[in-house]
């Protein structure tokens, strides 16, 4: 019995370029399973960012747009509507840091899914700026140390951090948002049950479905990878909370 | 079709975009060019086009790059110094190899300037306002009908290279009204089925990005960028001669001021001085070859522009030790009237001739 194998949608002979112990590489292989089981790898359209999420188009098999740091909500909604011109119904989605999509890219972000735009934004937060080396980004928690809050981040002095998944499901043009870990395989399970439907909801036309991932970073965090996910689940989770804040579906 | 109309040189582009296949419009409000964009809204939502309000230009130009890896022909539209927010995404374009005509209708600069009509944009435009190592086509129309005329060649040469276009207009042609006619577009199709994002249907996956972590690969990229605009530079530069066949004195203008710089070569001839005038098309490529040869002809050259003296550098490169290169401008506003222009130019010009 074969108990695993390779997604289709994973280039083949692609080696994962990530840190040991990151969750990039399951969070891309849940992603291709998924484009594997929907059936959509011909007909999808991915948008890659800038940071470590930007290497994207080096491990999934499918057509594949860097966009400019922050701005893949802007590209994928140019890349959806022009197709849609032209007669074509394609599978666009972007895959994203915090950084990416809630700081420099919160204006393109918020205002996809404002309008409601039919595209599928997954965004791996890990509470930092990774690719650069570990700096305060918007997301980073209460009294957490980076390499620029050393003293650890302070209302006063840094100011709050945002609740993404929360933000865009306040939008009235979002079909689906929600908060998914990939700490232990019970949430990596869920994960992936959380992202299929937000792909779905795309396949349907509801509007912005949104996923925020929220990951670790061993390196930055300065911990090994298992205890960079007792982390989340004994610290970040109570923070930023693991739920749906928005089905359209159900609501 | 081809009957002539009366036309706004905003209207002029929206139109001529539309009958040439523009599938994608994505725009911000800004004057003095917004009516492009509100042409646009309407008849592209009826021909069920994408056109999107885009939230600020950054949000615009990325929609267009997006929009262009799918082969839809693409255009953006705003105005200096919100041209100047999308000098990032230009630079990605330019790397990516995607096609995307962006409309500059320039206002007065620098920062917010105002409305007034400029040809301030110059050096962003033909030098470029992003990062590294590209060019941009720059096409700078002269009267309404050559608003039509290039926004039909904006397209074609997008497409052609896979390169952005500039079409770079000022306030004065974008709001004015004359007769123009919105003619057939003269331009063939380009096959860009070797590229285009549309899936990976029977054929490998495709990725665009201009992030290279291989050194030996991102050099082998700009110098192939090079060889493209190498290409570019043998082939598409473009200008107008006016009265040039005898001249004695050669003035050099662009877009609107050279319109007006015409009415001064008209006043010298009727005093006998044969004056001609240089007027590039195309801004980049420029065509420093001819004006070379012209320039060879006569002892002074006079560059006329609406700024403090942008493309002057380029004559200059031109001309080089030809003849001298002297220079009329005035940043903004009113056009230099004729007067104005006779009155600088005597200055220059009591040199070579005692009784002007």
């Given at each position: ?13 692609s ?12 969070a ?5 399973q ?16 800038s940071?470590c ?19 893949a909500?802007a ?30 890219g ?5 205002h ?6 039919n ?8 509470t ?9 980004g ?39 948002s ?22 779905e ?32 689940k004994?610290?970040?989770v ?10 359209v579906?159900?609501? | ?7 706004k ?6 139109k001529?975009a ?14 003095p ?10 008849e ?90 590209y060019?941009?086509i ?13 926004t ?5 040469l997008?497409q ?7 079409l770079?207009?000022?306030?004065m042609?974008?709001q ?7 003619t ?51 082939n ?7 009265n ?10 662009f877009g ?12 010298y ?10 007027r ?28 403090m003296?942008q ?9 080089l ?21 006779v ?5 220059v ?8």
């Open positions: 019995m074969q108990i695993f194998k390779v997604p289709k949608s994973i280039k083949k002979n080696n994962f370029t990530f840190c040991s112990g990151c969750d990039h590489g399951v891309i292989k849940l992603v291709a998924i484009i594997d089981e929907l059936n959509i790898q011909e007909d999808t359209i991915a948008i890659a960012s940071g999420s930007v290497l994207l188009y080096d491990f999934l098999d499918v057509d594949c747009l860097e966009a400019p740091h922050g701005r909500c590209v994928a909604t140019g890349v959806k509507r022009a197709h849609k011109a032209m007669g074509n119904n394609k599978f666009v989605f972007t895959y994203q840091g915090d950084g990416d999509f809630a700081s420099i919160l204006a393109e972000s918020m996809s899914a404002l309008r409601g735009e595209i599928t934004a997954i965004c791996i937060n890990n930092n700026y990774g690719m650069t080396g570990g700096q305060l918007p997301t980073t928690a209460l009294g957490q140390i980076t390499t620029t809050s050393p003293n650890g981040r302070n209302i006063e002095y840094h100011g709050y951090p945002i609740k993404t998944a929360e933000q865009i499901a306040l939008c009235e043009g979002v079909s689906y929600a908060r998914v870990a990939l700490y232990d395989i019970k949430n990596i399970m869920n994960a992936k049950k959380v992202i299929k439907k937000a792909f909801y795309q396949k349907k036309g509801l509007g912005f479905s949104f996923v925020e991932i929220l990951s670790n970073c061993p390196t930055n965090w300065k911990l090994s990878p298992k205890d960079s996910h007792e982390k989340i004994n610290e970040l109570k923070i930023y909370p693991l739920d749906v804040f928005k089905d579906e159900n609501d | 079709m081809n009957e002539k109309e009366l036309l040189g905003n209207i002029a582009i929206a001529a539309l009958n040439c296949g523009c599938k994608c419009y994505f725009g911000y409000p800004i004057t060019q917004t009516e492009i964009g509100e042409f646009l809204s309407g592209m939502q009826k021909r069920k086009l994408a056109y999107v309000c885009a939230e600020s230009e950054i949000a615009a130009i990325n929609m267009a790059l997006g929009a262009a890896s799918t082969g839809a022909k693409v255009m953006t539209s705003s105005s200096s110094c919100a041209v100047s927010l999308m000098q990032e995404a230009i630079s990605y374009a330019s790397s990516d190899e995607l096609p995307i005509v962006i409309v500059n209708v320039m206002r007065a600069g620098p920062g917010q300037g105002y409305i007034f009509p400029s040809q301030g944009d110059y050096n962003q435009a033909t030098i470029g306002g992003g990062n590294g190592d060019k941009t720059v096409l700078s129309p002269s009267s309404v009908q050559e608003c039509v005329d290039l039909y060649k904006a397209f074609y997008a052609k290279y896979r390169t952005p276009v500039i770079l207009a000022d306030g042609l974008g004015m009204a004359e007769p123009a006619s919105i057939e577009n003269p331009y063939p199709e380009i096959d860009n089925s070797s590229w285009i994002l549309d899936g990976a249907k029977s054929r490998p996956a495709r990725e665009i990005h201009s992030l290279e972590p291989s050194q030996n690969k991102l050099n082998r990229h700009i110098i192939e960028l090079y060889k493209k605009y190498t290409t570019i530079e043998q598409e530069c473009d200008w107008e001669e006016y040039c066949d005898d001249i004695e004195v050669l003035i050099t203008a609107t001021m050279a319109r007006h710089a015409k009415a001064l070569c008209n006043h001839r009727k005093k006998g001085i044969k004056m001609g005038l240089f590039p098309k195309t801004l980049y490529p420029f065509p420093y070859k001819r004006l070379n040869e012209l320039s060879q002809k006569v002892n002074v050259v006079i560059d006329i522009e609406m700024n003296g493309m002057l550098k380029d004559v200059r490169l031109a001309v030790s030809n003849a001298k290169v002297s220079f009329i401008g005035k940043p903004t506003g009113d056009m230099l009237r004729e007067e104005e222009m009155d600088a130019s005597k200055n010009l009591k040199e070579y001739y005692a009784n002007i």
